[in-house]
């Protein structure tokens, strides 16, 4: 490398410093959007149905006690805990499925002007917290 390139990179950076901008582009530059938000919520949910299937998965597989066996162990806990877990349960369940029938209607082409996609991602929000709540109700 040519001391000439050395010199301009350092001037490069020193006036990224003075400047106060990030070294690369960074998440903190972007403005949070509804399609961004909840494409990342989607992926989110996945990962948290995944891990809840595969704890589900290990759990049965290693455990020895019957189903009711299970079931009494289960009324012993206290409220909160099964009521938190259905929480954590319940509303990416229903996040991804109503959202996997938007990407279903994408994938026959259908949706992608912006006012529909808003319309159709506020929908999704909306019916995923009223199943949600819906459900915990008749919890």
Known sequence: MSTATSTSEDNFFK????????????????????????????????????????TFAIYTMSSSGTLAEHIEVWKTLP?????????????????????????LIWDMGKGFNLPTLYKTGYTVIALSLLFGVVDLILY
């Open 15 to 54: 006036k990224n410093k003075r400047l106060n901008r990030p070294m690369s582009p960074h998440l903190t530059i972007y403005k949070p959007q509804l399609t961004s938000m909840m494409s990342i919520t989607h992926r989110a949910s996945g990962m948290i149905l995944s891990a809840y299937a595969a």
């Open 79 to 103: 409220a909160i805990v099964p009521f938190t877990l259905k929480c954590g349960f319940i509303f990416p369940l229903y996040y991804h499925a109503i959202n996997g029938v938007r990407h």
